[in-house]
């Protein structure tokens, strides 16, 4: 009987000991599922793995790319305004990895540590500041893509107020700049299509020649006496050149195109590049 009662016994605490694992399991998961579930907004987050300082709705962390999308911004040195708590104001378009967002400010890697931006400064769509332009598309004044270029350049060339559609100097200027290629001008103007080689001739750190170079300016006349300017994007093995401008076919109509060697050469382009 003694050893029939041992054996009932061992049954029952072998019993309660897996109805505890399993209590103890289910409430573990249901934790740790609790602990996890983010709130509406957070882009990417691992409440476990991370050791929050704010309440988990508060501090949304992320590691994408944003892009300023006003005319200036400013970069704070903690998330809150302050007598003389700027660091530095920066550009439309400037480019900042976001870490985090906190109430108002997204927190953003700056140089050698971190700084603060406000959020409603920033925007995770390139497209919102920067222009997209389709091959073979007329680009009038209003259009917004030619309001973005604008904005970006700073109307160098005061078109925005002659409500001219997209012009070639516009778009290579731009496309130049994007690639932190910037040219020496000097006090003359009109800085007219076909004119580009002659202002630039001699100046530092420019190259006039008859070889294409990627990133540089392609730039003849035409018969007529028109001045074209044209953006390089590539120069490829067999001397062809893949190029961007503006108004050759039709005033304000963006052309992507790829020219041969033979081609280009009939047009007896100067090209202007960077040492």
């Known amino acids: 009987m003694s050893t029939f009662l041992s054996v009932l016994l061992d049954l029952y605490h072998h019993l309660i000991s897996e109805i505890g694992l399993t209590f103890n399991l289910e409430n573990r998961k249901r934790e740790k599922e609790v602990a996890v579930e983010p709130s509406v907004g957070i882009s990417t987050i691992n409440a476990v793995d991370r050791q929050l300082s704010q309440p988990l709705n508060y501090l949304f962390v992320t ?7 006003v005319r200036q911004a400013r970069v704070y040195l903690r998330p809150v305004s302050s007598y003389d708590g700027v660091r530095e104001k920066v550009p439309l378009g400037t480019s900042f990895e976001v870490l985090s967002f906190t109430g108002r400010f997204a927190e953003v890697k700056w140089l050698d540590g971190t700084a603060w931006v406000l959020k409603d400064d920033l925007t995770p769509w390139r497209e919102e500041v920067y222009p997209q332009f389709v091959d ?10 030619v309001q973005k270029l604008r904005r970006l ?14 012009q070639d100097t516009e778009l290579v200027y731009y496309c130049l700049m994007m690639r932190n290629r910037f040219l020496p001008w000097d006090d003359r103007r009109p800085r007219l299509s076909g004119k580009w080689h002659e ?3 001699g100046k530092p ?19 007529s006496g028109e001045g074209v300017l044209a953006f390089v994007r590539e120069v490829r093995a067999d001397d062809s050149v893949m190029i961007e401008s503006v108004g050759v076919g039709k005033e304000g109509e963006y052309c992507l195109q790829i020219l041969k060697r033979e081609d280009w050469q009939k047009l007896r382009p100067v090209w202007i590049g960077f040492l």
């Open 63 to 69: 590691h994408d790319v944003h892009f300023v999308r």
């Open 199 to 201: 202002f630039l001739r």
């Open 205 to 223: 750190g420019i190259n006039i020649g008859v070889n294409p170079k990627s990133h540089g300016v392609m730039e003849y006349v035409k018969d």
């Open 136 to 145: 073979g598309q007329v680009y009038e004044a209003n259009n917004d893509e």
């Open 153 to 166: 350049i700073h109307d160098e060339f005061s078109t925005k107020d002659l409500y001219l559609p997209l």
